[in-house]
């Protein structure tokens, strides 16, 4: 159980465009999912918290207008990388909370921005 | 605030060596939790341990194994016998009801096993 999905896995887009990652709890409802960053060979770095109905809380440094989060429903969450730039190419990973110290992560989402 | 520290950034060690990966945490909460996690080169996490902060037991677990220390505040992590398949980037983390469960995630310790 405590299953949690990304779509897509990976994906490549030109500069100046957005594009959208899905984050589904796939067996369990979860009223808070987190957003991860991973730059190549660095740690996860948090973005966003997302709650269900209401409006994420972003990370000091995370620009919310740039990185759109919808958590619409307790199994699903979104993350728009809007007018993306090379520079925002990244493994973006989300985890969704099932307890308060339980924290299931998806597989992940490389984005290429080229 | 909370914090992780892993000192190790990278390790080789030979087939069948044991290997220890160091994790040591800062934190004013009572309550909290501690984590790893291993990280292939997929890139998808995976589940190694939970540890709250009540807990002091070390637990074994096939190769792997934990050692808890709240004095030292530390929570070390043993892969005995160690195999190539234990090649990965591992993961240290902590989390607090006091934080809203965020993960506090240390920086990593990449481990290779050379055959």
């Known amino acids: 159980g405590a299953v949690v999905s990304q779509h897509p896995s990976w994906v490549i887009c030109k500069s100046g465009t957005s594009v959208k990652i899905e984050c589904r709890s796939l067996?369990?409802?979860?009223?808070?999912m987190f957003w991860y960053r991973q730059f190549p060979k660095q740690s996860l770095m948090l973005m966003a918290t997302s709650n269900e109905g209401s409006k994420a809380t972003y990370e000091q440094g995370v620009e919310k207008d740039k990185f759109l989060i919808n958590h619409a429903s307790l199994t699903l969450s979104t993350l728009t990388v809007t007018s993306a730039h090379p520079e925002d190419s990244s493994f973006y990973i989300c985890s969704a909370s099932l307890a308060r110290y339980e924290q299931y992560f998806g597989p992940g989402t490389r984005l290429t921005v080229t | 605030a909370q914090k992780v520290t892993q000192a190790q950034t990278e390790i080789s060690v030979v087939e069948k060596e044991d290997v220890t990966l160091d994790c040591v945490y800062e934190t004013r909460d009572t309550t909290y939790y501690l984590f790893w996690y291993k990280q292939p080169p997929s890139g998808e996490l995976v589940f190694l341990i939970r540890?709250?902060?009540?807990?002091?037991q070390n637990e074994i677990s096939g190769r792997y194994s934990w050692n808890f220390q709240k004095s030292t505040s530390s929570f070390n992590f043993t892969i005995t016998a160690s195999q190539v398949v234990d090649s990965a980037v591992y993961f240290c983390a902590l989390s607090a009801p006091n934080t809203g469960n965020q993960f506090y995630f240390g920086t990593g310790t990449s481990l290779t096993v050379i055959p």
């Open positions: 067996d369990f409802q979860a009223t808070t």
């Open positions: 540890r709250n902060s009540f807990d002091e």
